[in-house]
């Protein structure tokens, strides 16, 4: 190979920048009094993928992540006694690009929410621009945590 | 100053003045349909090597600084600066010193040539018509008019992106026509041709890393239009590719094998063909494109 390598072959090496870390909003505590404050939640099922808690004054508490574009998102889903969304809490995200899944109207569409409905992005939950995949994923997150209510916990 | 020494100051001050985020490909050389979203930028620096002729010595090294821009959520529009340096020795099939890819016919032919050069401006188009991530399949459509001191190359493209498992599985594939004319062979302007399938598919092995591999189908013309009888060669590239993404910038490394089975329609591209690769109208035996980028 040639020796002579020219000047502008280092020039990423300029590009250096400091290395990313994940962003944690709410710890899981947290997320708990933002959706059910003063409320008492007992661990249900220890060992799924999900982590599911029962919440005393009724309704359930579920911490599941979803993939962004290459990191998973932590979210946090609070559903009341009669099956429908309370809210949806953004606990980690560690991307570059989709963060606005975090913003709380956005987040506020899923309220009363159930798992009658067919939550599909651009009809039931608005997109944001340049934050689809994120938006899409957390969509199907809650659809599949409803789905995982309707066929496991309603019951219980 | 040089122009690769200002290439390199001009991509330092910008790396230092760039705070923040990237949006990104998996690939190299191919393109998806994910584009900026409104008011986004984003610096990109590329860095090819394309290396190895039929003999001796033959290496040309490519620069593209790239800034790109989100006009609106699905159009995006980018301007850069393509610089090159070439070096070459007895490169030809003949073992003389070209003519070749960017150098000239009047070069020495017991002599290496060696040259740093501006290339040339381009500025690029994107629309996204459809998303990978609402609709059944993304497209894109693209155009790239580039102006230099000896190239003028029209170019576009149909970008087709569908993700599978849950938009873990990324296949992208682009069908590329171009319209050039160049003068790097002598004072006089060649009009010439390409026709370009790329497609690649990328998975992550692990969280921030994308495995893929890419595969290049690349056909020359002589003069314009792309009918059977104006074809000289075809040839393909394939190889691997990887891409690690931070939270504030990424980088995409791909390696392209030219494949021993090129093809050519004319007795002079027949004499650029050894050992089933084609040397000839800037390629080589293989191709290896570092790409940063980052938001800002």
Redesign the interface.
């Known amino acids: 190979?040639?020796a002579?390598?020219?000047?502008?072959?280092?020039?990423?090496a300029?590009?250096?920048?400091?290395?990313?870390?994940a962003t944690v909003y709410l710890t899981v505590e947290q997320a708990q009094q933002l959706l059910f404050a003063g409320a008492g939640f007992t661990a249900v099922d220890p060992g799924r993928r999900e982590r599911i808690w029962r919440v005393s004054a009724g309704g359930w508490f579920i911490v599941d992540q979803v993939?962004g574009?290459?990191?998973?998102i932590s979210y946090a889903l609070g559903i009341d006694g009669s099956g429908r969304v309370r809210g949806v809490e953004i606990l980690e995200y560690?991307?570059?690009?989709g963060g606005e899944v975090r913003d709380a109207a956005w987040r506020a569409q899923f309220a009363g929410k159930s798992a009658a409905d067919s939550l599909q992005?651009?009809r039931d939950i608005r997109?944001i621009?340049?934050?689809?995949?994120s938006c899409?994923?957390v969509t199907?997150g809650v659809k599949r945590l409803l789905k995982l209510y309707e066929s496991e916990l309603r019951q219980r | 100053m040089?122009l690769?020494?200002f290439?390199?100051v001009a991509?330092?001050a910008v790396?230092?003045a760039?705070p923040?985020?990237?949006?990104e490909s998996p690939f190299g050389y191919v393109y998806t349909t994910d584009t900026?979203?409104?008011g986004?930028r984003e610096i990109e620096?590329w860095?090819t090597q394309r290396?190895d002729q039929s003999r001796g010595?033959y290496?040309l090294?490519q620069?593209r600084?790239e800034l790109e821009y989100?006009v609106t959520?699905r159009l995006q529009t980018a301007l850069y600066l393509n610089?090159a340096?070439v070096?070459a020795l007895h490169n030809r099939p003949d073992g003389t010193t070209g003519p070749g890819a960017f150098v000239p016919d009047s070069v020495d032919p017991d002599a290496r040539y060696?040259k740093?050069f501006f290339q040339s401006l381009s500025n690029e188009w994107i629309y996204r018509l459809l998303?990978p991530?609402?609709d059944p399949i993304g497209l894109a459509l693209y155009i790239e008019p580039t102006w230099g001191p000896d190239e003028r190359e029209l170019e576009t493209k149909l970008i087709l992106h569908k993700n599978f498992f849950?938009?873990?599985l990324v296949w992208a594939a682009n069908l590329t026509a171009a319209a050039e004319s160049e003068r790097y062979h002598s004072d006089n302007w060649e009009r010439e041709g390409e026709l370009e399938l790329t497609t690649g598919l990328a998975y992550?092995l692990a969280?921030?890393w994308?495995a893929g591999l890419e595969y290049r189908h690349h056909r020359g013309y002589e003069g314009r239009g792309f009918s059977s009888s104006k074809r000289v060669y075809a040839a393909n590239f394939a190889g691997p590719s990887m891409h690690y993404?931070?939270?504030?910038?990424w980088?995409t490394l791909t390696y392209l094998r030219q494949l021993a089975n090129a093809k050519a329609y004319t007795d002079d591209a027949r004499e650029d063909i050894i050992d089933g690769r084609f040397y000839g109208e800037h390629h080589e035996r293989y191709e290896l494109r570092?790409k940063?980028g980052?938001?800002f």
């Open positions: 190979m040639d002579r390598w020219p000047v502008f072959l280092f020039a990423p300029a590009l250096t920048v400091p290395a990313a870390h993939l574009k290459h990191e998973l560690r991307e570059s690009h992005l651009d997109n621009s340049g934050a689809t995949l899409r994923h199907d | 040089s690769s020494r290439a390199f991509a330092a790396a230092v760039a923040a985020l990237a949006g900026h979203p409104r986004a620096q860095l290396h010595d290496n090294w620069g600084t989100g959520d610089y340096s070096s060696s740093t998303s991530y609402k849950e938009d873990r992550p969280p921030r994308q993404a931070s939270q504030h910038w980088v570092l940063v980052f938001s």
